[in-house]
């Protein structure tokens, strides 16, 4: 798991999930409104768990294209394996 992927599947989750819920709630299909807001929730939990910086493991907000942590201002390598740090 990179920061690049997570971002990927933060915004895939979002992307998917918002549309599917509109979908679901202008549309009335019970089935969409709930896919979307699990894809929702997923991409919520995902960024909150993993959405971190691989130097000293604190949140890193809201800005998806820092080139530095917030926290610790230590240079992002998005490509970075976070295994080691969770
Ligand atoms: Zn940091």
Partial sequence: MTL???RRLFFLGLG???PL???GTIG???WALWLGL???AAALILDGIFWR???CGKYLDRNFFASYCPRC???L??????RGFL
């Fill in 77 to 82: 390598d998005y490509d970075q394996d976070l």
């Fill in 4 to 6: 690049r992927l997570v």
């Fill in 16 to 18: 998917v999930g918002a």
């Fill in 21 to 23: 819920f509109l979908y």
């Fill in 53 to 55: 910086c691989p130097c």
């Fill in 38 to 40: 699990g894809l929702m």
């Fill in 28 to 30: 009335d299909a019970g």
């Fill in 73 to 75: 201002g230590e240079e």
